[in-house]
């Protein structure tokens, strides 16, 4: 008896216990397992949110193989606009602006292939990403002889793997303002850093024109 009275003991004593903390028990299971998928549901749709600015970019980038066709050229300006618009958040918004400055270049629209690079300066921590935009901006600058803006551009980049063209932008810029002394030194340090292997032909009868000049 007293083994089946201890059994009721612990029926009531539980039946206590869940009248007053049965619901705080259940709301907190439910609060938790609520947790759990709706973090699974928002990683789930992080995840589809990336692959669908990774869609538009593939798609961006075929259209850019045959930039000249007028009809692509209006595809990537919709598609970049696109990623601007409704996948801001991730890097594929950035990039696609490095294909509409293409564009713009590809049409001699200069300034708004400036405006769209300078966007891409201004927006983004990448190191790499900025040192792309930065030398397709100085490059711009030397176009519309823009050349003091274009020098101090060039300074701003500090990369190693880029300072071979960077020194050899520099001496096209230089020539162009007239100083052949400091063009003829701007393409030697290109010339070392891009080493021989990797020197265009463009490079070797610039730096020759000058040194025989």
């Known amino acids: 008896m ?5 059994e009721e003991e612990q029926i009531e004593a539980f039946k206590t216990w869940w009248k007053k903390n049965g619901t705080s028990l259940v709301l907190a299971v439910a609060v ?37 066709q007028e009809e692509n050229q209006k595809t990537i300006r919709y598609l970049a606009e696109q990623l601007s618009d409704e ?4 890097g594929y918004a950035l990039y696609g602006q490095l294909f509409v400055a293409r564009v713009a270049v590809q049409n001699g629209e200069y300034e708004a ?36 803006d274009a020098l101090a551009t060039l300074d701003s980049v500090d990369a190693p ?28 340090a290109a010339a070392a850093n891009l080493g021989e292997d990797a020197q265009s032909p463009l490079l070797r009868v610039k730096l020759k024109d000058l040194v025989s000049g």
């Open 87 to 90: 996948y801001d958040d991730t």
């Open 32 to 68: 938790g397992v609520g947790g759990y998928f709706g973090w699974q549901a928002w990683q789930s749709s992080q995840e589809n949110h990336l692959a669908e600015a990774s869609s538009l970019y593939q798609s961006l980038t075929e259209a850019s193989a045959n930039i000249e």
């Open 113 to 148: 292939a400036l405006e769209a690079l300078q966007s891409i300066v201004s927006q983004t921590e990448d190191a790499s990403l900025t040192t792309i935009a930065n030398v397709r901006i100085a490059r711009l600058q030397a176009e519309l002889e823009q050349y003091d």
């Open 2 to 6: 007293s083994e089946v009275k201890t």
């Open 161 to 188: 793997a880029f300072a071979g063209q960077v020194q050899e932008l520099r001496g096209d810029i230089m020539l162009a303002q007239g100083d052949r002394d400091g063009a003829r030194e701007a393409y030697e």
